[in-house]
Each structure stands twice: as C-alpha cells, then as structure tokens.
C-alpha cells in the first residue's frame, strides 16, 4: 500500500478490462486517479467501486482522439487535483483485417485512437510534467508492436506507440519525465471475449503461452504500478513486456 502516495494520475480507457484494473490498484496504492472512457455508464460504475473502497476518484468522459478533449482532460485534472505525475495510455480499438481488406477508414480510426491518442495525451501531459518536477507516462502497446501477429492497422498502431515512446523518452529524460511502454500478450478482457468464445482460437493462445495460463488484466495493472512509482525511477524508454512467454520461443 502506498507506493504511489501522494500522485495524481490519467488513466485512459478505464471503463473496463486492464484501464480498469489499472485505475482500481492505483487508488488503492494512493493515487488520485482521473479515469477516462468513452463509454460514460460503465466508467461510472468502476469509478463507483473505486470510490467505495476509499480511493480518491473522478471519472471523465474522453475520446482519445480529440486533441481537444485531451485538453480538457488535463485542465480538469489540474482544476481538481493541482498538478500531474502520471499518465496512462491505455485506450486502444482493434480490428481483425488483413492489409488488403482493410478499409481506409479503418485503417485511420485505429491510428487516430491507438497512435494519435497516445501522442495527444503525451503532449498535453508532459508540460503539467514538468511543473511537477518530473513523471512518468506509461504507453500501453502490445506484442503485437514487437512481432508480427496477423491484424495490420492494430501491429502498425502499437508498433508506432513502441517507438514513439522511445523518441519521446530520449526528448524528456533530462527533465525527469520517464517514458516507456508495456506490451501485453494475450490477457482475458472484453476486447478478446469474442476471440475466447472460439474454442480454436483459445486453445491456439492457451498452447503458444508458455506459463500455463492466459493473462488476466491484472498482471498488465502491476507492470504500470512499478513503472509509474519512484521504485522506476531510473528506468525510461523501456519495452515491459507482460505475456506469459508467448514471445520468448
């Protein structure tokens, strides 16, 4: 308990699945937690349990998309909460396509919500950052951003979150903002319940994961624990990759 004490920290996407877990363990390690999602009924009720358990929490409608919502965002965390140390990129959609049956418009609706949101967020995060004395962002990518697994707009969008945050690592570290980026395998959440229903495709994640069991979005809500505490404090532009092996072989 207590291990981010005293910081206040955007989570994106906290409605539901590892945004969500996200949001509950930071409250319950002592941050002030700035919830974010599109989907307003379902943020509200996780932001209902947080604040039944004690933590210390608002929860904010938010496109990740709109650069001027991402304004608004941080200017109401500032107006609530006085300053910002850390962010959370955790908001992202996900098609199945393959490149050529991709329609343009798909293609650029995840690149605004997975890179562009990302980049919104950094940018209007960082200079609040700074008046702090520093903090950490923390850009969700994925596996699929290392290795080739099938989806093209989404392994392009999180390829371009991992680099992204390296660069942007590099820019800001000698203000003691630290950048880096978890890449999940395969966690169990509303995004891959469809996938979960096919037993083939299940049983296919399941046999490639080393550890004998799939991810839970929990074990992605203690990778951004450590990574956005000063127990990190010397650990920027890094790659935490959260997934049971499954890249490993």
């Known amino acids: 308990m207590g291990r981010l004490q005293g910081k206040v920290a955007i989570v994106t996407g906290a409605a539901m699945g590892m945004g969500a877990a996200t949001a509950e363990l930071f409250a319950k390690e002592g941050a002030k937690v700035v919830a974010t999602d599109l989907n307003e009924e379902v943020l509200n009720q996780t932001v209902s349990k947080i604040a039944e358990a004690g933590g210390e929490v608002i929860g904010l409608k938010h496109n990740v998309a709109n650069e001027e919502e991402w304004k608004a965002i941080v200017a109401k965390t500032i107006e609530r909460f006085g300053k910002l140390d850390v962010l959370i990129n955790n908001a992202g959609i996900s098609t199945m396509y393959s490149l050529e049956n991709e329609p343009a418009e798909e293609w650029n609706k995840v690149m605004a919500v ?136």
């Open 114 to 249: 997975n890179v562009n949101g990302v980049q919104f967020g950094m940018r209007h995060a960082i200079p609040e950052m700074r008046k702090a004395g520093g903090g950490s962002i923390v850009n969700i990518s994925s596996i699929a951003g290392i290795v080739g697994m099938g989806a093209s707009s989404y392994s392009a969008s999180k390829g371009a979150t991992r680099v992204l945050t390296k660069a942007t690592a590099v820019q800001y570290a000698a203000e003691n903002i630290r950048v880096n980026s978890i890449h999940p395998g395969i966690i169990v959440t509303p995004m891959t319940a469809g996938l979960m229903e096919m037993k083939e495709y299940k049983d296919s994640f399941e046999k490639e994961t080393p550890l004998p069991r799939l991810g839970k979005p929990e074990d992605i809500a203690y990778g951004a624990l450590y990574l956005a505490s000063d127990e990190s404090s010397f650990v920027t532009g890094i790659e935490l990759v959260i997934d049971g092996g499954y890249i490993a072989k």
